[in-house]
């Protein structure tokens, strides 16, 4: 199958094109053209993942002007592990949106626009080299702009379009940048720990330094964390999809993907745990003074993309591919049972709007209570205990032992603000009932499609420590970490989010308690804010000087010639 | 009679064939159109006979005047009685961009510059309104600067040098004269790609000038420069490319932050973005020996970008995006993709072709520079795309904006951007060898 999945990207494409072209017909089958590609993927992938191996297709001399200009895809069980997560999340998603988007008039639209991220997330999972992997890295980033502004009528969504794309550009310029200074020959991802390719500038740790950036963009780690709060203006579906199993997963996967560089560049790797250190305790802090329910989960996604970051630091990439996997499951279940609520609001996603309406929903309150218990890692019983407690673990076994204990101290920040979201939305009295429009023709494909991310959050530790290990070769993955079933550092943390999470519960739901009613808006903020009005500033000075007026164009060329002579002859004879 | 003589003839020839013969049995655009069109082929044909680099520059040269050529029935309806004229200019103008591209010493280069700078100018006063033929009078004033200054500057380098040849390094270590000749000669030439500071007459003619005739424009004078200054730069060396590269830095910054700013003029993004575009093919041909290839290979991926761009948007000077039907909303959004540098574009290949260069032979603050104004040129390109979707969904309107007559141009185009994007192998080795 591993020859099958090199070519796995191409699987939404005949589902692009006929949705696109307008088959079949009608608003309610708009978009049934495009369900078989994600289950196709998900077979293929998960087949491939079983059977092993590898298989990789290449074109010599596609892109002459490159140092490594070949078109390389390459398919492995890495690849593959990325593809079922990418399958499967993709397919509950697919069946959910039937329902989350149902009236939307936009609903074809919506369903290209998902292929067509589709088929650029399995490009940037199985390219073999630099130059593939710029198109899907950027065309994720392209299709979620397009699916962040999906309803652009709506105020500030081209906006926050917009801040992604910028805070994307940043990780594509360093990747840009990657994939034109390795030596000649190389571009090949398994290859750039070899002496062959950092013998470049900057070395190593250079290389490594463009490759953090651009998964720092990718993953909304660091200070460019901003772009992805506000991308939650777009539909929920995309939210779990795009902005929180898969997509913003690419940076860890990159780094996962080139851990044999990491180890080269030592100092590289301490910035990536600090970094995600930073970003897990900002983040679980920021989410909880959120007014908007799906901020607050994407901050939540922020802080989880932190661990993954700090245990790719730390030099166990296995323990981040880890939870990356069980994170897509419970993360994508927070969304959609989320959404479901959303959905019944009439779209309104501010926390004092839905304060109380979950308990109206069995499905979301059931699924959000269990995506909760597996984000703050209740062992055994959840995905989320065992996959934390592997970079916890790692982290306190490895030289920096500090990264660990911060890591663990922050469970208690996550219970916290999950608590805080569920007591809210699914446990408070009910504010005005009357809100709640329950269509059970959309609501059923929302419901059951919640199920099996719900099976997922709860049994896919398990499958990580039983199975993962033996279809990961360390050769790609790194040390497989050995993950115990339950010890103390695991019994500690459950303790602490459950502390938290029972502490801000009651908090919240104190009779007294006011909600604050902040910003739920997606406008951008602090110094992204300043960097754009600067920005826009410069500009219209820039544009001011072209006058109109011939006779200063004229002095202004004789002016340049005049200064480029002086400088260039003059100067630096 | 080698074969670039020959393509050049044969424009030459059917800009007279148009002007006597045509324009007195027919003056419909259409059937002007198509009477220069075999001219363009068949010099096509006798370009792809010259050895690299040149055959990408004519190959890509007569593709541009021929879809040029196709989209002068839409031009505004002020023109029609001109319609011959601008036909034949398109060949002419082609014709002298060939002359420049293939100079091999500085007399050749200035007649072919001429050659194309006049008919340009004349081009952008057929738009209509005043507003055209204003620009159309900067563009001439300041280009008469740009002339002087090449003009002076070839004087100083016989001076020195005693000749009109391409100096070489040498001789410009040698003397100061032919230094100081060689910088004003690169700078008169820079006016033709738009480098800053002498691109102020360009950017009002780019924006004023009628769509089809502006992508002509715009794509004709940077290949002839592109190619011209990049045998100039092979010769000259280093002290050439210092100056190129830096200059390319300046107006890749200062293009991006001009386009920033329009909001609501897609025609005036556009210019800028021309200007952009320049600052990488200025600091490409400044980038040692493989930079005046990539340059090439630049400014040949630019012009069919632009030309698709503009094949999008032919018609009226200003249109409503909103109304001109979906596939011709496809083709601009194609083009617009390309001219941001999103993969799998030419506008992308060709970007990455520069940084490499640039990286190597440039340094590394001229690369950041260039890797910044890249990928933030993604947040204008993409604004008018809420339109183009719109565009999508909305039924055509029966105004002149989707006449079926724009069909081959628009098809042309979009072909150029497709094989490009799937196979840049293809210009690459047109312009290096395999």
């Keep these: 199958m591993m020859p099958l999945l090199a070519w796995a990207w191409v699987f939404t494409l005949p589902g692009l094109l006929l949705t696109g072209l307008g088959v079949p017909t009608g608003q309610r089958r708009a978009g049934y053209a495009s369900l078989l590609g994600p289950p196709v993927l998900l077979v293929v992938a998960l087949i491939a993942l079983a059977q092993g191996g590898s298989y990789s297709v290449t074109f010599d001399g596609w892109l002459p002007f490159l140092p490594d200009g070949a078109y390389r895809a390459l398919a492995d069980p890495l690849s593959a592990l990325l593809l079922v997560i990418l399958g499967a999340v993709a397919t509950v998603v697919y069946v959910y949106s039937l329902g989350y988007m149902a009236d939307d008039p936009g609903k074809r639209r919506f369903f290209v626009y998902l292929d067509l991220f589709v088929a650029a997330m399995g490009l940037l999972v199985l390219a073999g080299n630099l130059a593939v992997l710029l198109i899907g ?31 994307n550009a940043v990780g594509d310029g360093a990747l840009l940048l990657a994939a034109s200074i390795v030596p000649t020959g190389c571009g090949a991802l398994v290859n750039l720990g070899t002496s062959q390719c950092t013998a470049g500038f900057g070395g190593a740790e250079f290389l490594a330094l463009l490759l953090f950036v651009a998964a720092a963009a990718k993953s909304a780690q660091g200070p460019l964390y901003f772009w992805l709060p506000n991308a939650m203006a777009g539909p929920t579906p995309i939210s779990a999809l795009i902005h929180a199993a898969t997509m913003v997963a690419a940076g860890v996967y990159l780094l996962v993907r080139t851990h044999a560089l990491l180890t080269l560049a030592p100092q590289v790797s301490l910035w990536i745990a600090a970094i995600g250190v930073a970003t897990a305790i900002g983040a679980s802090v920021a989410s909880l003074f959120q007014a908007n329910f799906k901020k607050g989960i994407a901050y939540s996604t922020v802080a989880q993309l932190g661990y993954m970051f700090a245990g790719v630091g730390v030099g166990v990439p296995f323990a981040g591919l880890f939870h990356l996997f069980t994170h897509a499951s419970f993360k994508a279940l927070l969304f959609l049972a989320a959404g479901v609520v959303i959905h019944g609001a009439g779209g309104r996603e501010g926390l004092a709007d839905l304060r109380g309406l979950g308990r109206f929903f069995a499905f979301s309150r059931w699924g959000f209570l269990i995506g909760s218990l597996a984000l703050i890692g209740t062992p055994l019983i959840t995905a989320g205990g065992f996959s934390k407690d592997a970079i916890v673990d790692a982290a306190i076994n490895s030289s920096t032992p500090i990264v660990g204990w911060l890591l663990l101290a922050a469970v208690i920040l996550t219970g916290g603000y999950i608590g805080r979201l569920f007591a809210i939305v699914y446990m408070a009295p009910a504010v005005d009932p009357h809100t709640v429009h329950h269509d059970p023709g959309a609501e059923r494909p929302m419901n059951w499609s919640l199920v099996p991310l719900m099976v997922g959050s709860l049994v896919l530790g398990w499958v990580g420590i039983l199975w993962l290990p ?22 500690l943390a459950f303790v602490l989010g459950a502390i938290g999470f029972l502490g801000v519960a009651w908090y ?33 000075a820039f544009s001011r000087v072209q006058s109109g007026l011939v006779a200063r164009y004229a002095f202004g060329s004789l002016i340049g010639v005049a200064v480029v002579l002086l400088v260039r002859v003059v100067a630096f004879r | 009679m080698t074969p670039t003589y020959w393509a050049v003839v044969i424009l030459v020839f059917g800009a007279v064939v148009l002007l006597l013969v045509v324009s007195l049995l027919s003056t419909h655009p259409r059937v002007v159109a198509y009477a220069g069109l ?44 001109h319609v011959a004229e601008a036909a034949a200019l398109l060949l002419l103008g082609t014709a002298g961009a060939i002359g420049l591209a293939q100079a091999t010493d500085l007399l050749q280069a200035v007649v072919g510059l001429e050659t194309l700078a006049l008919s340009a100018v004349i081009l952008v006063a057929l738009g209509a309104g005043d507003r055209s033929l204003e620009a159309a009078f900067k563009y001439i004033v300041l280009g008469a600067i740009s002339l002087a200054s090449l003009l002076y500057g070839l004087g100083l380098v016989y001076l020195g040098g005693g000749s009109l040849a391409f100096p070489t ?7 100061p004269l032919v230094l100081a000749g060689i910088v004003l000669v690169g700078l008169g030439i820079a006016f033709e790609l738009a480098l800053v500071p002498l691109h102020w007459g360009a950017l009002d003619a780019y924006t004023a000038a009628a769509p089809g005739l502006a992508g002509f424009v715009m794509s004709a004078s940077k290949l002839a420069a592109a190619f011209a200054l990049g045998r100039i730069v092979l010769a000259a060396g280093a002290s050439l490319g210092q100056v190129l590269i830096w200059i390319g830095c300046i107006t890749i910054v200062w293009g991006t932050f001009g386009a920033i700013a329009q909001a609501r003029d897609l025609r005036r993004m556009l210019a800028y973005s021309a200007i952009t575009h320049a600052g ?28 698709l761009v503009f094949a999008g948007l032919a018609g009226p000077w200003s249109v409503d995006l909103r109304t001109i039907g979906r596939w011709r909303a496809l083709a601009l959004g194609l083009g617009l993709f390309s001219l941001a540098g999103i993969p799998p574009t030419p506008g992308f290949w060709a970007k990455l072709a520069v940084l490499v260069v640039a990286w190597q032979a440039a340094g590394w603050l001229p690369t950041l520079i260039a890797v910044a104004g890249g990928v933030f040129s993604v947040l204008y390109y993409l604004r008018p795309l809420p339109d183009l979707f719109a565009a999508l969904r909305a039924e ?18 979009t072909l150029a951007v497709v094989v490009m994007s799937i196979f840049p192998g293809i210009a690459w080795y047109l312009v290096r060898g395999a």
């Excluded at chain 2, 390094?169 to 003397?175: D, G, L, N, R, V």
Aim: with cysteine.
């Design chain 1, 470 to 491: 033996s279809v990961l070769p360390e050769a790609i993955v790194g040390p497989v970490a050995t993950v115990p079933i339950l010890n103390i550092t695991g019994a």
């Design chain 2, 280 to 307: 990488f093919i200025g600091l490409a041909l400044g980038s040692g020996p493989a930079g005046a290839v990539t340059a090439g290979f630049y400014a040949a991926a630019y012009a069919s970008m632009a030309m």
């Design chain 1, 137 to 167: 890295w950027t065309g994720v980033g392209i299709s979620s702009f397009l699916l962040i502004s999906f309803w652009r009528d709506r105020p500030g969504t081209l906006g926050a379009g917009l801040q992604a794309l910028a805070a």
């Design chain 2, 169 to 175: 390094a040498a001789q410009i270590a040698a003397s």
């Design chain 1, 508 to 540: 919240v739901l104190r009779p007294q308690a006011a909600l604050a009613r902040g910003e739920t808006s997606y406008r951008p903020d602090g110094w992204v804010r300043a960097i754009a009005v600067g920005g826009y500033a410069v500009s219209d």
């Design chain 2, 38 to 81: 075999p001219f363009a082929v068949i010099s096509a044909g006798f370009g792809l006979q010259t050895p690299q680099p040149l055959a990408l520059a004519i190959v890509a040269l007569c593709g541009v005047c021929a879809i040029a050529l196709l989209l002068i029935p839409v031009l505004e309806p002020a023109v029609p009685q």
């Design chain 2, 396 to 413: 055509p309107s029966v105004a002149v904006d989707s006449r079926p007559v724009l069909l081959p141009g628009v098809v042309l185009a």
